[in-house]
């Protein structure tokens, strides 16, 4: 029995530091590839493009690994094949200057890489529940390798130049390679998969509106995610302070992961996502407000209140309302839209318009739009509860 017991909590710790390390590596990839473009001399603009363009590539290549992972019932030998190949191809890509070759591998990379996300999120959903662990105490390593990393990058940035990013993706992704060697297979749900229950759980209103509700809230979240860093930069923040702002957000969602369930009561989930939009409301309004970037950097301390809340508490609905057999296609559904298609719109559109009004412009836009989002999470609230 203890034999057991000691097995089954060796499994979350191995979990627990295949998360730190393999959101690290995600902290290089998704905080640091505009800076690294901007870097190389490409304009927001055309940052906005080859951002935009990857997340589409992306919107069809979550869903395809997605069903494959549910098909063959299998989540750590298609992360296992998904890192190993997002390993080589980053190593290029963060050695690469020209816009072509940056504008490919990027591309290459969408189509490997960011189908992880859904997936590791699944896997740390089903091993938290099987072995009664809270998601936020398995997530919270991620948070905290984001944050340290996003330090060391900055850092290794700031004194050793870019091209230093290419030798720590490689570091961090041979680490988090081995890690996943070391995880268990997560079960297979046991009832096969049927399409019709699928198409069912899509047409119902109730999972339209909710997935209305992400896809429109995802959007000024990533938009600030792509240029957070270029407007620290515009208001003369350096690399090492951008890493820093980075570990700042990361820093205040491993705390929030470790209490959100606190917050987050089962049937309350929709309440608490309208909560993280008016902070999210607020976040984007100060941020619009300042011209100092040492102030934009303590104002990321709202990460916690707003993208973790509404974060968990999604995740958190989604698996209540979808079949269990369909669970990780639908954590990937649910990563194409907050990674994905909200990604082609906020790279696109954020690009633009820093470019042509200036990154302030941007950010009292995303204020708008977050006020905007949680109008409409009240809506879908009270919808909900006349259900």
């Known amino acids: 029995m203890r034999r057991h017991v000691a097995g089954r909590m060796r499994q979350v710790i191995f979990l627990r530091f295949y998360n730190y390390f393999y959101f690290s590596l995600f902290a290089l990839f998704l905080s640091f590839l505009p800076i ?56 290029f890509l963060f050695q690469s200057a020209e816009l072509a070759s940056l504008f490919f591998l990027t591309c290459v990379m969408y189509f490997f890489f960011m189908p992880t996300d859904p997936l590791v999120e699944s896997l740390n959903y089903r091993v938290s529940q099987q072995h009664k662990v809270s998601f936020g105490s398995v997530r919270m390593f991620g948070a905290l390798g984001y944050a340290m990393a996003s330090s060391i990058i900055g850092y290794a940035g700031k004194h050793y130049g870019i091209d230093s990013m290419a030798v720590l993706f490689v570091l961090y992704g041979v680490i988090t390679l081995l890690l996943c060697s070391t995880l268990a297979e997560v079960p297979a749900a046991t009832k096969p998969m049927a399409l019709r229950d699928i198409k069912r759980f899509f047409t119902r209103r109730q999972t339209l509106y909710f997935l209305g509700l992400v896809l429109f809230l995802a959007i000024p979240h990533r938009m600030n995610d792509s240029y957070i860093g270029i407007y620290m930069k515009s208001l003369g923040g350096d690399v090492q302070l951008i890493g820093q702002a980075w570990t700042v957000m990361t820093i205040i969602e491993f705390v929030f992961f470790a209490i959100c369930h606190y917050f987050i009561k089962k049937g309350h989930e929709l309440k608490v996502i309208a909560a993280a939009a008016g902070f999210y409301t607020l976040r984007f309004l100060f941020s619009a407000l300042t011209t100092d970037p040492v102030a ?39 990563a194409v839209l907050f990674f994905g298609v909200s990604s082609i719109v906020a790279a696109t559109l954020g690009g633009w318009v820093m470019d042509m009004y200036g990154g302030a412009a941007l950010y009292y836009g995303m204020a708008a739009w977050a006020f905007a989002g949680l109008l409409l999470s009240l809506l879908v609230w009270k919808k909900r509860e006349k259900e």
């Open 36 to 91: 690294y473009l901007s870097e190389r001399g490409i304009t927001a603009t055309n940052i906005g493009l080859i951002i935009g363009t990857g997340s589409f590539i992306g919107v069809i290549s979550q869903p395809l690994w997605g069903m494959i992972s549910d098909k063959y019932k299998v989540v750590k030998k298609v992360l296992l094949l998904l890192i190993a190949v997002s390993v080589i191809v980053g190593a």
């Open 296 to 334: 934009l950097l303590w104002l990321q301390l709202l990460q916690g209140v707003s993208f973790v809340l509404f974060y968990t508490a999604a995740i958190q609905y989604l698996y209540a309302i979808i079949p269990e057999e369909w669970k990780a296609t639908g954590q990937t559904i649910l």
